[in-house]
């Protein structure tokens, strides 16, 4: 008889632990390997034949095949599950796996195998309860088969860890990099915080500094405070007193100024009337003198005539005395009309020299004016200027002021910020430790899963050894 423990199929597709029966009315499971150069696809599927099929469609029952799990390259390990009810009953026919991919050709066939009650003392299956298996069913495997699983198991599991392992380290290094990166940070955080500590001082000193030289500006503002007030009372009072009082003055002055002008216009309207009736008498006179230039002409033509007519009568004393008295007449009156002449020019110039004093006397109560009102100007400024300065100061140190609370300000921000990033490194310190904890637990895990791999490594090589035994051995019934 054919060894039905060895598959001597050429396909990539490797069952493997098959054994040479399966108990009936239990679940199975088939093992297999597929090969790097199979393209798994998911039409592909495992059906369990008779070998006396007559085509791929006398399946006695069909499982689809589950994608693979590796990626790199290696064979890989893959399993399905055959439940109970779609099993063949006890019976002496022989059947085997195919695996079929999704174009109908054949890539893999397995050891044959039948279904068949265990005998008793069969130490070559194991009986799983409902504690170990997921349907609650009771599963017949052999033992080679459960531990093959079990190693398949533990290698996977191991493998599996390994793969948390290096995720964990990786984590690791990561969460390293990262305190680092926060260690760094917080450095750089502490020395601008120095740097921020020792601008806070430099400013804290030089607002004590601009402090003090307000209070010392507030102390000479208020001794000249004082001062102003001394000298209100004193000699600025008196002096800005005496100022008000010239201003008074002066504007008494300008006032008597206007009115004595007003009355010097008034007198210079009355002087020009004056003078103007003076021009207009002097101009009777002149017409007067006129007419008694007419007057004189006729009366010495009238002379003349009578002297004619004297002459014509001889009588020469008469003639002499009109002529004496005519001579008189006119000197007399000449005299009489040149005093007036010369009275009315002389009071035409004393109006004129006082006119010119007056305008003289006017001017100089205008530049005086004047001076008063520029000296009261500059003294307006003076005290402008002083209370712009004070209020210069004022809002500097308010400036000064606002300015340090907002240092304050952004001082205490970062000090919470600080605090916050302390707190982050704790807590970052802290799931270190933890996770170096977690580290711990899945090296020991897998030195536990070594030793478990190991165990079941023996044991599978003990149940080979005891297999070829039987196999070798006459008295099996085999051969």
Known sequence: MADHNINISPFEITFQNVPQSYVPGTAIECHYSLGSSVKWSSKDWIGLYKISR???????????????????????????RFEASYLPTAAPTLYQFLYIDGRGSVRGSSPTFSF??????????????????????????????FLEGQLTQSEQARSDLEKQLEETESENRKLGARIQELERQREERERENRELGTRIQELERQWEERERENRELGTRIQELERQWEERENGELGTRIRELERQREETERENGKLRARIQELETNRGETEGENRELGTRTQELERQWEETERENGELAARIQELERQWEERGNGELGTRIQELERQREERENRELGTRIQELERQREERERENRELGTRIQELERQREERERENRELGTRIQELERQREERVRENGELGTRIQELERQWEERERENGKLRARIQELETNRGETERENRELRARIQELETGTGNAWREQTRLAEQCQVRVQDPGNGQT
């Open 54 to 80: 007559g085509s791929l469609r006398d399946y006695y029952t069909f499982v689809w095949s589950p994608p693979p799990h590796s990626q790199d390259g290696s064979p890989r390990n893959c399993c399905v």
């Open 116 to 145: 068949c009650q265990p005998q008793p003392g069969d130490g070559d299956h194991l009986l799983l309860d409902d504690g170990e298996t997921a349907s609650g069913l009771v599963l017949v495997v052999s033992r080679s088969t």
